[in-house]
C-alpha cells in the first residue's frame, strides 16, 4: 500500500502486525466520531493488553507485536481503530528504521496488505493503519503519520491522560508513557475533530516541493511533487542516469533499470537492457552503454505517466554493476527526471557519497491516492549485481 491508500476487509477479525530491525511497541486506540478515545481503557498496548474488539499480542522479542481486531465485536460508536508503533528503546527515532505494517486475517494469517511508510526520519512514533467504518464496510487505511514526541504525543492527541515517566526509566515493560486506568481530574476537552499531528522535525533532505519554480535538485530523501501550476505532471517524462568512472579509471558497465511494482509492493515486471519496453509500452529502455564515457545521460528510461495502467503504484530506478565493479570506482552518479516533449530537466538528483556496493536505489516514483506522482531521491546501497536482485530491497524501500 501506498500513503492514503485502502482496501476493503474481507474478514471480521484482521491482525495488524509491525515488523522492523529493532523491536518496536504496538498499540491500538479505539476512536469515536470525533477522532478520540471515550476513556483511558480504549488505549489498548501491553501493559492494558485488551480492550472490546481489540486485543494486543506480544511478540515476546521473537516475532513483531500486533494488534487483533474483531470489527464485529466493537461497541456502537466505535468507529476507527488506529495502529501505533514506536521504538521500545528511549528516545530512538525511526531514522535507517523502515517499518512494516501486515494487515492480516487473524484466523488464516493470510496477508491482505502490507505498508512500509516513507521518508521517516526524527519521528519517535507513528500512525501506521488504521482500521476504519465507511458506509457500513470496514477498510484498512494506509497512514504512517509521525510524531516527534513519541506515544505520548499520539495518546494524548487521542484524548489519553498520559502520566510523565519517572527521571530513572525502568526497565520494559514500564518505559514508554503508561495511561491512567482513572478519569483525569480535570474533565476533558469538549469534542472536537482531531487535530493534525504536530510536525516532526525534518530529517537532512526531508520535506516535499513542487515544480511551480523550476527544475528542483533533490537531496537524499527528498520528495518532490509532480504537480506544476496545481495540476498534475501526466505525460511522458524521461529518466536519465549517467555515470563516470572515478579519477579517470578503467570503463565501468553499469546498467539502468526501473522497477514497477502495484499496491501491494507486488512485484509487476522490470524495464532493463534485456528487455526495453514493459506494460504495453509505457515503460521504455534506451538500451546498454557498456562504458560509461561520454557526456550526458549513459542510459535513458521513457515512462509515459499517462498511459501507465492503474495497478501500477510504484516504480524505482535502480543501477547496477553487473561486472561486480563497486560503486566507489564510479564519479558523478546521478538521476534527472526530464520532460520527454520539451527536453526540460525538472528534477536532478547527484549522487554525492559512495558504498563498495554493486547496486543502488537511484529514486521512486510513487502513485498518491489523489493521482498525482512524487519522486524521492534514495541513494540507497545494495549487494546486487542485477536488477532481479533489487526486485526484494526496492518493494521493501517503497
Not at 149 to 172: K, S, W, Y
Request: glycine share 10%.
Amino acid at each position: 500500500m501506498t500513503p492514503g491508500s485502502n482496501i476493503p476487509l474481507p474478514v471480521t477479525r484482521v491482525a495488524v502486525d509491525v515488523a522492523a530491525p529493532v523491536r518496536l511497541d504496538v498499540s491500538g486506540l479505539l476512536l469515536t466520531a470525533d477522532g478520540k478515545v471515550r476513556s483511558d481503557d480504549d488505549f489498548i498496548f501491553y501493559n492494558q493488553p485488551a480492550g472490546p474488539g481489540v486485543t494486543y499480542r506480544s511478540g515476546g522479542g521473537a516475532a513483531p507485536d500486533a494488534i487483533i481486531v474483531d470489527t464485529s465485536a466493537l461497541p456502537p460508536g466505535i468507529e476507527k481503530i488506529v495502529v501505533t508503533a514506536s521504538p521500545d528503546a528511549a528516545g530512538q527515532t525511526f531514522q535507517g528504521i523502515e517499518p512494516t505494517a501486515t494487515v492480516r486475517g487473524a484466523d488464516d494469517n493470510s496477508v491482505l496488505a502490507t505498508f512500509t511508510p516513507p521518508r521517516l526520519g526524527a519521528e519517535t512514533a507513528l500512525v501506521i493503519v488504521e482500521i476504519y467504518l465507511r458506509n457500513g464496510a470496514w477498510k484498512a487505511r494506509a497512514v504512517g503519520q509521525g510524531y516527534a514526541n513519541g506515544l505520548a504525543g499520539i495518546a494524548t492527541d487521542f484524548g489519553v491522560t498520559v502520566e510523565e515517566p519517572a527521571a530513572a526509566a525502568p526497565a520494559r515493560p514500564a518505559a514508554p508513557p503508561v495511561p491512567t486506568t482513572q478519569p483525569p481530574v480535570t474533565p476533558p476537552a469538549p469534542p472536537m475533530a482531531a487535530p493534525p499531528a504536530p510536525p516532526a522535525p525534518p530529517a537532512p533532505g526531508a520535506g516535499k516541493i513542487n515544480l511551480d519554480k523550476g527544475r528542483v535538485s533533490l537531496q537524499k530523501n527528498q520528495t518532490v511533487s509532480l504537480v506544476k501550476g496545481g495540476s498534475p505532471l501526466l505525460s511522458q517524462v524521461k529518466m536519465g542516469l549517467g555515470w563516470e568512472p572515478a579519477y579517470r579509471g578503467k570503463d565501468i558497465d553499469l546498467d539502468a533499470s526501473v522497477i514497477a511494482y502495484g499496491p501491494q509492493r507486488n512485484h509487476i515486471d522490470s524495464c532493463y537492457f534485456g528487455k526495453l519496453s514493459i506494460v504495453g509500452g509505457a515503460i521504455k529502455h534506451s538500451g546498454d552503454n557498456l562504458t560509461g564515457e561520454g557526456g550526458g545521460d549513459d542510459e535513458v528510461i521513457v515512462v509515459d505517466l499517462g498511459r501507465l495502467p492503474q495497478e501500477v503504484t510504484g516504480l524505482v530506478f535502480t543501477v547496477n554493476s553487473f561486472s561486480g565493479q563497486k560503486f566507489t570506482e564510479v564519479a558523478k552518479a546521478y538521476c534527472r527526471l526530464l520532460d520527454a516533449a520539451t527536453g526540460e530537466e525538472l528534477v536532478r538528483f547527484d549522487l554525492t557519497s559512495a558504498e563498495p556496493q554493486t547496486g543502488v536505489m537511484m529514486a521512486k516514483l510513487i502513485r498518491q491516492f489523489t493521482g498525482e506522482w512524487e519522486m524521492t531521491a534514495m541513494g540507497d546501497f545494495v549487494k546486487a549485481r542485477t536488477v532481479r536482485n533489487m526486485v526484494k530491497p526496492a518493494a521493501q524501500a517503497l
